[in-house]
């Protein structure tokens, strides 16, 4: 029952920023983490950015000191703010939430993706 709702993607030229947002709605009884993955055509889906429950944040090294995730835990939303985007950064981007139910278990839920494509 839990779905989560990607937007912010679109065309950008090279040297622009990008804000994707991704909302989290259901029976989460708490969020363990929440990140955000890519996959270009012809490559491995990677990992972007991740944001963990007491706030701690990892990057790849090509999103380091461009990218900054971060959440709004009222509204249980994770964003990805994307500055001096490049060629590179073209991709299909899906956000990711693993969290606990009322019940004691864990899960892991995919979005739909958001295609960003960086491009004079």
């Known amino acids: 029952q839990v779905q989560l709702v990607e937007s912010g993607g679109g065309l950008v030229q090279p040297g622009g920023s990008l804000r994707l947002s991704c909302a989290a709605s259901?029976?989460?009884?708490?969020?363990?983490?929440m990140a955000w993955y890519r996959q270009a055509p012809g490559k491995e889906r990677e990992l972007v950015a991740r944001?963990?429950?007491?706030?701690?944040?990892n990057y790849a090294s090509s999103a380091r000191g461009r990218f900054t995730i971060s959440r709004d835990n009222a509204k249980n939303t994770v964003y990805l703010q994307m500055n001096s985007l490049k060629p590179e950064d073209t991709a299909v981007y899906y956000c990711?939430?693993?969290?606990?139910?009322?019940?004691?278990?864990?899960?892991?839920?995919w979005g739909q993706g958001t295609l960003v494509t960086v491009s004079s």
């Open positions: 990711n939430v693993n969290y606990d139910t009322h019940y004691g278990r864990s899960f892991e839920v």
């Open positions: 259901g029976r989460i009884f708490s969020v363990n983490a």
């Open positions: 944001i963990t429950s007491d706030g701690s944040t």
